[in-house]
């Protein structure tokens, strides 16, 4: 009987997702599949629609036409707001604005939805939040308040809490564009580690050179429909549309390919050694 390989099914799969503000279309019949264990990148001009793709995967947005899966869950059809929050207890969402409670200490930050969602106990949610503050280099920070930290510090909690939920996949919003230049390699090296250990990631970005370096995907959006995708080698070193070449020059410099930099912070071989702020 002859071996036929079977190819795995999609943890989440877009198909022909269409989704308009009033007479604004701003999804135009979109198409993507995202598997366990990938980092996809989805990049473009602002206004594409990259982070309204997020917002869909995770129930936030409606369509008005197709169809969203995440594992077994038929995410279009979700009509009250207990079945979404059933669907977000396993999707992490990391938003551009850090969203922390402010009147709750970092620790707190990370205990309270394992506690009052998924039900765990006070020693067990503790232990967990603990262990995922010192993953993101910041266990030391356990007792402070958010505004006692630093917008890399307080996006690196953030990560932390999503994290917290133990989530089967995590969507990252633009998490650095908020950041100063000098912090956003703390974060990215968070992300870049999450990656590696096998976290199925979806990352809307501007930070292309990072987005080539850790990803297994990219799709490449622009005025609501996708361009292009493919493997990051083919989308960033062999793109095939006229338009994605040309974003990218713009984004990448002249020659359409990354400037070499001296001690770039951004190159993954530089991460490591980045200094993150305490």
Known sequence: MPFTETVAEPLVSLRDLHLSFGTNPVLKGIDLDVHRGQAVSIIGPSGSGKSTILRCITGLLQPQRGTIRVDSTEVHTLSQESERIELRKRVG??????????????????????????GHSRIEAEKQARALLAKVRMEHKADAYPGQLSGGQQQRVAIARALAMRPELILFDEVTSALDPETVGEVLTVIRELTEEGMTCVLVTHEMRFAEEISDIVYF???????????????????????????LRHALGDSGRRPAVANDPYLLTNLGRYSLSV
């Open 221 to 247: 959006t622009e005025n609501g429909v996708i361009v292009e995708h493919g493997s990051a080698t083919q989308i960033f070193r062999h793109p095939t549309s006229e338009r994605t070449q040309t974003f």
């Open 93 to 118: 969402f990391v938003f551009q604005q850090y969203n922390l409670f402010p009147h709750l200490s970092v620790l707190e930050n990370l205990v309270i939805a394992p506690r009052k969602v998924l």
